[in-house]
C-alpha cells in the first residue's frame, strides 16, 4: 500500500466509514426501542438501499408502503419480534401507520414518527422497556 497512495487512501477511506458506521450503531442502540424503531422506519423511507434485509420493499405513493421481514427487524433493533408487534401496535393506535398484512403497513403520518417517541413514553400504560 505504501507504493500506492491511492489504494492506500481509499481503504483508510472505507475503514473510517466503517468505524463510523459501528459508531452510529452503538448510539443507536443506546436508545429505547421505540426511538429506535422510528429512527429505523424513516432511514428505512429515504434511503435507496437495504443492506440487512430488514425492509422488503417501500413504494410511495403518496403514503410509505413497507413490507418488512419482522425477525430481521427486530434483531436489527435489538428486540424481541414480540417485542416489536408491541411497538407497532403503539403506532397504530396513535394512527401513524395502518397494517395491511402482518408484514405490511403504511407509514400515515411520517412527520409524526420523531415526535412519537417523546409522546409514547409520556404515555402512562405503557412499560419503561418501550
Known sequence: MSSDPELANAVLASAASQLHGCLDQIAFMSERPLDRLGYFLLRAIYRTSDQDQTVLSIKRNPIAVVTINR?????????????????????????????????RFEILDEARLPACCEHFRARAHLTPSL
Open 71 to 103: 425477525t430481521a427487524l427486530a434483531a436489527h433493533i435489538g428486540i424481541t419480534t414480540t417485542n416489536l408487534a408491541h411497538l407497532l401496535l403503539a403506532l397504530q393506535e396513535e394512527g401513524i401507520i395502518r397494517p395491511l398484512t402482518p408484514r
